[in-house]
């Protein structure tokens, strides 16, 4: 594959993910609320829903998303039920200023890796973006394994960098926070990040 069009794809991915929106809100939300540490398996997840998604699109399963409408749907909505309930143990969670949260053992991290997952599979609108893209750089039916793998590498370098630019930012935000008001502040404002970004997966 040229290098001219990984790196087409890769600039017409950084502008359209590198936007904020309901994934990058739940993200900045989580972090400011917990920590960093915490959002690790969201975001790890996120990144292999989305590798998913573009394979789904190199191979040509563009129908899968219509053959399995209901079951797209029900992803969706679980992951927008988890933001919801993300959001209100944010909003009630009790004051901790010193120190990062850490997820509470593995069934904690396996549920926020659930949780980037759903949030990720639930929008096949991911694939449309690749399925609309993808063809004007390679030719689709034609893809090899070297092919997929350096689109798939550069997809998840470009995700890595914008993913973690924002947790950077939201971790520098919350060293600021020292006050237990100015935590309270934050845990409300990453509840409310958690729950907008629910309602605009839920609406789509």
Same mark, same amino acid.
């Given at each position: 594959?040229?290098?001219?069009?990984?790196?087409?794809?890769?600039?017409?991915?950084?502008?359209?993910?590198?936007?904020?929106?309901?994934?990058?809100?739940?993200?900045?939300?989580?972090?400011?609320?917990?920590?960093?540490?915490?959002?690790?398996?969201?975001?790890?997840? /996120?990144? =292999?829903?989305? !590798? @998913?998604?573009? $394979? &789904?699109?190199? #191979? *040509?399963?563009?129908?899968?998303?219509?053959?399995?409408?209901?079951?797209?749907?029900?992803?969706?909505?679980?992951?927008?039920?988890?933001?919801?309930?993300?959001?209100?143990?944010?909003?009630?969670?009790?004051?901790?200023?010193?120190?990062?949260?850490?997820?509470?053992?593995?069934?904690?991290?396996?549920?926020?890796?659930?949780?980037?997952?759903?949030?990720?599979?639930?929008?096949?609108?991911? /694939?449309? =973006?690749?399925? !609309? @893209?993808?063809? $004007? &750089?390679?030719? #689709? *039916?034609?893809?090899?394994?070297?092919?997929?793998?350096?689109?798939?590498?550069?997809?998840?370098?470009?995700?890595?960098?914008?993913?973690?630019?924002?947790?950077?930012?939201?971790?520098?935000?919350?060293?600021?926070?020292?006050?237990?008001?100015?935590?309270?502040?934050?845990?409300?404002?990453?509840?409310?990040?958690?729950?907008?970004?629910?309602?605009?997966?839920?609406?789509?």
């Amino acid at each position: 594959m040229e290098i001219t069009s990984l790196t087409v794809f890769a600039v017409a991915l950084l502008l359209s993910a590198g936007s904020p929106g309901p994934s990058i809100a739940a993200l900045v939300g989580r972090v400011l609320a917990k920590g960093w540490r915490d959002v690790v398996p969201f975001v790890v997840a /996120m990144w =292999f829903g989305e !590798a @998913l998604w573009l $394979t &789904l699109a190199v #191979v *040509g399963l563009a129908t899968l998303a219509e053959s399995f409408h209901l079951a797209f749907l029900a992803i969706k909505y679980l992951g927008v039920a988890y933001l919801v309930y993300l959001a209100w143990k944010m909003w009630t969670a009790p004051i901790e200023v010193a120190g990062e949260a850490r997820p509470k053992g593995y069934g904690g991290r396996l549920k926020m890796f659930l949780a980037g997952l759903t949030v990720t599979l639930g929008n096949p609108k991911i /694939m449309v =973006f690749y399925l !609309a @893209l993808l063809p $004007t &750089l390679i030719e #689709v *039916g034609q893809v090899s394994f070297t092919d997929w793998a350096m689109i798939t590498v550069t997809l998840l370098i470009v995700l890595m960098v914008i993913d973690v630019c924002y947790i950077v930012m939201a971790s520098r935000a919350r060293l600021l926070l020292k006050s237990p008001r100015a935590m309270r502040l934050a845990n409300r404002a990453g509840a409310t990040a958690m729950g907008g970004a629910a309602a605009v997966i839920a609406v789509r």
